[in-house]
């Protein structure tokens, strides 16, 4: 009953958005303080009330090109850039939560996502797909779409490989005045090189990402409340320019960032 729930509040999530998302890197006290100042101001994402801890688990699998051009627009700060990445939300293949594929964005400072999801197909083993075989799987299950359609494009134009797995723990918050204001920290980062969204004892042991720090996303459409500012300015909060990805591949050494 717990996964039939958590696969149908994974399918109604929005499959386009685009808005705005500020990052701050938190040490575990300043996080404490943070997330009791929030009380007041924010509820739980209602998708995690009756979850464990209130957060669940987010597993990215991301895709980039032999001289990782993906990590390099990154990381120079180009104001459009974008990635492919396979996401689902669940560390074990036999859970069966959904898989979309998606391809996130940046133009200038709004942020754009769009996502398709990929059949429901009892007959693909993910523990058993890896590299093109993933690839061509993605592309014949995804639902027709543009995403879809960029994707197989940008595979045979850009040679696509799938390069890292990007994993963490969430916990997702609503404004209680605003339900477009949401906020989240993100914790227990961790990377694998591999090349499968389930790896298995086969896949090369996982790195963490920051450990001891977590990531708060912030994220709105038009406007920051101003009671969220106050919470800037009690903590002298400094906004940075993170990517889960771009630090796990610094992790295994397969990227540098030189600026």
């Known amino acids: 009953m717990a996964q039939t ?22 040490p575990l006290q300043l ?14 994402d209602p998708f995690v009330v009756d979850k464990e801890g209130h957060r669940y688990p987010v597993r990215s699998l991301y895709y980039d090109d032999p001289v990782y051009s993906a990590f390099y627009d990154k990381v120079d700060g ?8 396979l996401r689902t939300y669940s560390f074990d293949s036999k859970d069966q939560t959904p898989v979309f594929l998606e391809i996130k964005g940046r133009h200038n400072s709004l942020v754009y996502k769009h996502r398709t999801p990929l059949a429901d197909d009892d007959a693909v083993d993910w523990n058993t797909l890896s590299g093109n075989r993933l690839t061509q799987t993605v592309i014949s299950q995804a639902d027709n779409s543009a995403v879809r359609d960029q994707f197989e494009f940008d595979t045979l134009r850009k040679t696509l490989q799938p390069v890292a797995l ?3 723990m969430r916990r997702p918050y609503i404004s209680k005045f605003d339900p477009s204001f949401r906020i989240t920290f993100d ?9 499968s969204l389930f790896p298995g004892a086969s896949g090369s042991a996982a790195k963490k990402i920051l450990p001891g720090y977590t990531i708060l ?22 906004r940075i320019s993170i990517s889960k990805i771009c630090s796990g ?8 960032d030189e600026n």
């Open 5 to 26: 729930k958590l696969k149908q509040q994974a399918v109604k999530s929005p499959l386009h958005f685009a808005r705005f998302e500020f990052k701050y890197l938190l």
């Open 31 to 44: 996080r404490q303080k943070i997330e009791q100042d929030l009380a007041f101001f924010l509820q739980y």
């Open 78 to 85: 180009l104001h459009s850039r974008s990635k492919f990445r």
């Open 166 to 168: 990007i994993d963490y």
């Open 187 to 195: 914790e227990e980062l961790k990377v694998s090189q591999t090349q």
């Open 217 to 238: 996303e912030v994220k709105f459409r038009h406007h920051m409340p101003s009671w969220f500012h106050r919470v800037i300015q009690a903590h002298e909060l400094q």
């Open 249 to 256: 591949m610094e992790v295994l050494g397969l990227a540098i």
